[in-house]
């Protein structure tokens, strides 16, 4: 290369799963049959509502321009409603939600607008990799905390106190917990918000995972005063089998909103106004339609949990989420290697534990996005590979 990169770059590697699915692409095309049980990204689809308002939308003259930079009144209302309705949380619609491409967008433009260079973040080990990415890329500096199995997986703050917070100004949490499926608690949340103020840390939830197998709507928005120190991150992701959409957004004080609009709307100029109204149709589906979606996860769960006994791994029977997430055995040696041997024996891709912190060394992850017969499939595939 003549050009040399920015030294940014050299802080980050390429994600994970970009350079994984490339290695699985080649693998198709050498006429390989791979079941990939890795990545989360719904394979139901949205309701029938939601296409039909796209769809409509769509075939209007007046729908292709520019559309505001914090996203239609419209759709702020719904997700303003939405959050009363099932996490009983009441946000002003017109300063204190910001639409967002998603919540991955959201974790970068939040580090944007509050990290400087050399300010400490505290990320979550295991966690979903961009949290300490995206600090490295701002000239952060990443440092971990540990959740672990004997504790929850809910984080130890006597011995995060025990360290020098002083330049904390940032900690990422997220509950329901991706990657171990833990639901998170209000207890855990006060002592959460309790903790970011006698710290002043600005304190964001990375919420996408609520309505997956999970029916406690749990929100850090809930907490007596938690608009002083906290913003949350939700999306359509998940919850509305819309991963491939991008439609997220962020709450919180409209001081805090603020600050994340600075960035945001240098970035990007707002999203197409069909999408919009059909997130809004999304929102308003009636709650059975995520019993709908779940009903298919719970029978996926099944099978999931079965190929996790065929691994000899050890896992929780209560997490909620789209994923199961177990303990290999202690006989192999790493995650790493096991999901690798997975992989090119019996031709089907687990998400090893590593990815998410040196925590999730002893772990891995498999998705429920894959229909029964695919699971059933790899399920066979791996007993005959355990022999
Ligand atoms: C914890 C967590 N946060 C955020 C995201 C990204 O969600 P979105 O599609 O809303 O950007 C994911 C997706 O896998 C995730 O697991």
Redesign the pocket.
């Known amino acids: 290369m003549i050009v040399k990169p920015a030294d940014r770059t050299g802080k980050v590697q390429e994600y994970y799963f970009s350079q994984k699915l490339a290695q699985i692409d080649r693998m198709r095309r050498e006429g390989a049959d791979i079941i990939n049980l890795g990545?989360?990204?719904p394979d139901q689809p949205p309701s029938e509502n939601t296409i039909a308002a796209l769809v409509s939308e769509a075939r209007k003259p007046n729908s292709h321009g520019y559309q505001s930079y914090t996203g239609i009144a419209a759709l702020r209302m719904a997700f303003s409603e939405w959050y009363k309705k099932y996490f009983h949380v009441e946000l002003n619609p017109d300063n204190e939600i910001l639409l967002?491409?998603?919540?991955?967008?959201?974790?970068m433009h939040i580090s944007m607008a509050f990290v400087n260079p050399g300010d400490e973040v505290l990320v979550p080990d295991p966690?979903?990799p961009?949290y300490a990415s995206v600090t490295n890329l701002v000239g952060g500096i990443v440092k971990k905390y540990d959740l672990l199995e004997k504790n929850g997986w809910f984080p130890d703050l006597d011995a995060i106190e025990q360290s020098d917070l002083s330049r904390v100004k940032m900690m990422w949490i997220?509950y329901p917990?991706?990657?171990s499926g833990t639901p998170g608690s209000f207890a855990l949340f006060e002592k959460l918000i309790a903790f970011s103020q006698k710290h002043r840390i600005l304190l964001c939830n990375?919420n996408?995972?609520s309505f997956i197998l999970n029916k406690k709507y749990l929100s850090l928005l809930q907490v007596d005063g938690s608009m002083e120190t906290a913003l949350e991150?939700?999306?359509?992701?998940?919850s509305h089998n819309m991963?491939g959409w991008?439609?997220?957004m962020v709450a919180g004080h409209n001081e805090y909103i603020k600050e994340v609009l600075k960035v945001k709307s240098n970035m990007d100029s707002g999203m197409f106004l069909g999408m919009q109204m059909a997130a809004v149709e999304a929102l308003n589906n009636p709650e059975s339609w995520y019993d709908t979606v779940n009903a298919i996860y719970i029978e996926r769960r099944k099978i999931v949990e079965k190929i996790m006994d065929v691994l000899g791994c050890r896992f929780d029977k209560s997490q909620v989420?789209?994923f199961v997430w177990g303990r290999i055995p202690d006989k192999i040696p790493g995650c790493e290697n096991y999901v690798e041997e997975i992989l090119n024996m019996a031709h089907v891709f687990i998400t090893p534990g590593f990815i998410f912190g040196n925590n999730g060394e002893r772990y891995i992850r498999i998705s429920l996005c894959a229909n029964e017969k695919r699971l059933a499939e790899a399920k066979e595939r791996l007993i005959k590979m355990m022999g």
């Open positions: 990545i989360g990204s967002l491409m998603g919540s991955k967008e959201g974790i966690g979903y961009t997220n917990h991706m990657p990375d996408p995972y991150l939700n999306s359509l992701s998940k991963a991008r439609i997220g989420g789209l």
